[in-house]
């Protein structure tokens, strides 16, 4: 099946700092990559959806100049969390579209000091 | 807000069938129900989905309704390995570019030996 991969898994900052999670699909294109955020014992939130080069669309309540979604290539979608601060703590989740299926990344784990 | 309905918790014995249910009353004709689960710390696994027909894979069955207001997502033999959240979604999509998957609460489900 599918596979899409993220780096880091698991990654600490201090705050102030900024912070980039890769997303990729290993064995397919993707036009469309999702990005998700999710709390502890909570369920997934969409943050933004990614077409290969245009802008994301934001969710409402998410600010885009403070996570930056990059989508240059139909493999790889970058989202920076930019002066990162203790309540940017979490699990984001990314996914890729391959002909209307979507396929999720392991996730990574995000949390600032 | 998600367009599912599912019991917060189940659980069952570890060899027996688990049957989790789903209500998803306001769903229209070219909505899919799709189910994933996601086992701690990871992302969301993908399992199966349906329009209308019962279907059928390796991991499990979807039973839909005639009139499509409900389904149940059957693990015929479950295992420890199966204890997650359990997220019935609607969506358009089954090889359409579909929307992002909205996920609600989902239900845990907690196998025991």
């Known amino acids: 099946g599918a596979v899409v991969s993220q780096h880091p898994s698991r990654v600490i900052c201090k705050s102030g700092t900024s912070v980039k999670i890769e997303c990729r699909s290993l064995d397919f294109q993707a036009t469309t990559m999702f990005w998700y955020r999710q709390f502890p014992k909570k369920s997934l939130m969409l943050m933004a959806t990614s077409n290969e080069g245009s802008k994301a669309t934001y969710e409402q309540g998410v600010e885009k100049d403070k996570f930056l979604i990059n989508h240059a290539s139909l493999t790889l979608s970058t989202l920076t969390v930019t002066s990162a601060h203790p309540e940017d703590s979490s699990f984001y989740i990314c996914s890729a579209q391959n002909t209307g299926e979507q396929y999720f990344g392991p996730g990574t784990r995000l949390t600032v000091t | 807000d998600a367009k599912t309905t599912q019991p917060p918790s189940m659980d069952c014995a570890e060899g027996r069938a688990a049957n989790l249910p789903c209500n998803h009353s306001?769903?229209?004709?070219?909505?899919?129900v799709y189910w994933y689960r996601q086992i701690h710390s990871q992302g969301p696994q993908y399992i199966i989905h349906g329009l209308k027909n019962n279907e059928t894979n390796e991991m499990a069955s979807l039973i839909i309704t005639e009139d499509r207001k409900s389904s149940t997502l059957i693990l015929p033999h479950a295992t420890l390995r199966d204890t997650a959240v359990y997220y019935c979604i609607v969506r358009v999509g089954g090889g359409q570019a579909g929307t992002a998957l909205i996920f609600g609460k989902g239900t845990t489900l907690s196998v025991s030996s």
């Open positions: 306001t769903i229209s004709g070219n909505e899919y």
